[in-house]
């Protein structure tokens, strides 16, 4: 069994383990970043559409392009990189990571560990719906790996279930590879995804969307025949008499992400209405040298996001790895009207803080608070997309006199 001593040990190779190791690196850390997968990059090599970069680079790239741009930085910083390794086990009280990989067992002991550990998609076996698992039922991701890496179309007549970003993608996707794209089905009155995917994904390709719909029941045995689609109501339950039976050979979920924090469930905090990892404003969790940054905290929108949650991660825990700081206390951001996932859910006195919010729903206009110290006025914000505020030095500090913080977004008709 090998062993190895580093300052900072980042675990995920995807944007947000690329960005943190980086930045750590860049900070004069040893930095160790491991993945499961032969190189790094993530899903990123598989989204082959434009729309990555822009905020972090000011250019629209294809997900290789942004990845690439990822690994040149990371490759620059003399951070050490590990392929094809498994995390197995991460020991609290020794500050150890036990891994596995084709060349045997490495034992990790790390100053610092980032949790960069991204997502996994939600199962259509979480879904409930009534039916046999035939063949042809396949979840965005799936679907996209084998259209983009495999060259290998999944059906000829296909239904997506669910708007996120990449069932919206993949329905464009379909289409352009001859693909007859029945309908994007979507339970909730608005979609999902961005709304520039559902103009360039959907409307530009004349695809329709259904709102306010379901699948209710799955048709086939070996393969998949059809499915049952219902409207549904407010709360989500199908209305009787509404069904209606679609011939498909071809079922695409996109009905959600789940952070993925086994490694370190038990001992880590999660956030509820987030559903990842509770961090402060340093990305740290409520262990001093364990931070977390990128879709195991909460689903974001874009990539850019992800990655400059990286390198905040990667920047403190750097700086604590190597006695630069010391964990100072946090004051809880409180949720308040219309406000959903809060990205960190903490905040650390005199520490310039990005804060990340998602409403619940449609707001055309509105005002966001924060604690009766900040006040923002925004215009057309939705679910699907992310709201950015960046908070001053100055202004965490006079956020942090109290003890706790209440955010809220006030719509202008209420």
């Given at each position: 069994m090998k062993r190895e001593n580093v300052?900072?040990?980042?675990?995920?190779?995807?944007?947000?383990?690329?960005?943190?190791?980086?930045?750590?690196?860049?900070?004069?850390?040893?930095?160790?970043l491991l993945d499961r997968e032969p190189a790094?990059?993530?899903?990123?090599?598989?989204?082959?559409?434009?729309?990555?970069?822009?905020?972090?680079?000011?250019?629209?790239l294809t997900g290789p392009e942004?990845?690439?741009?990822?690994?040149?930085?990371?490759?620059?910083?003399?951070?050490?990189?590990?392929?094809d390794r498994y995390a197995s086990a991460l020991q609290s009280c020794t500050r150890t990571v036990v891994t596995l990989g084709s060349d045997g067992r490495i034992v990790f002991k790390a100053g610092a560990v980032v949790l960069a550990t991204g997502a996994r998609e939600r199962p259509f076996g979480a879904l409930l719906v009534p039916g046999f698992r035939p063949s042809g039922i396949l979840t965005a991701g799936v679907a996209q790996r084998m259209v983009n890496i495999d060259g290998v179309l999944p059906g000829r007549r296909a239904i997506v279930l669910g708007s996120g970003d990449i069932g919206l993608i993949m329905a464009r996707r379909l289409h352009l590879e001859g693909v007859e794209v029945v309908a994007v089905i979507e339970q909730r009155p608005f979609p999902g995804g961005l709304l520039r995917n559902v103009v360039q994904c959907l409307e530009d390709f004349e695809i329709p969307l259904l709102l306010e719909h379901t699948v209710s029941r799955i048709h086939g045995f070996a393969r998949l025949e059809g499915v049952t689609t219902q409207e549904v109501d407010s709360r989500g339950t199908p209305v009787p008499g509404t069904e209606q039976f679609v011939e498909a050979d071809t079922l695409v979920l996109s009905v959600g992400l789940i952070p993925d924090n086994e490694l370190v469930a038990g001992f880590v905090t999660i956030d509820d209405a987030n559903g990842g990892l509770r961090v402060d404003s340093q990305m740290r969790t409520r262990i001093d040298w364990l931070f977390a940054a990128g879709n195991n905290v909460v689903i974001f929108d874009l990539a850019d996001w992800v990655a400059q949650a990286g390198e905040i991660a990667g920047h403190h825990a750097a700086a604590y790895a190597l006695g630069a700081t010391h964990p100072k206390p946090s004051i809880p951001l409180v949720r308040g009207e219309h406000l959903l996932h809060m990205v960190p859910s903490a905040l650390v006195p005199d520490i310039p803080t990005r804060l990340f919010l998602r409403v619940d729903k449609p707001i055309p206009k509105g005002d966001l608070l924060i604690g009766g110290v900040v006040s923002r006025a925004l215009v057309g914000v939705r679910p699907s997309e992310m709201v950015e505020v960046m908070l001053t030095a100055e202004q965490v500090s006079a956020l942090c006199e109290r003890e706790k913080i209440l955010v809220e977004m006030v719509p202008s008709n209420e």
């Open positions: 300052d900072v040990l980042v675990l995920g190779g995807g944007a947000a383990g690329l960005a943190a190791a980086t930045q750590a690196a860049d900070q004069g850390a040893r930095v160790a790094p990059g993530g899903v990123l090599d598989q989204c082959i559409h434009h729309g990555f970069g822009l905020h972090r680079y000011r250019e629209e942004f990845a690439h741009r990822l690994f040149t930085e990371f490759d620059r910083s003399g951070a050490q990189f590990f392929g």
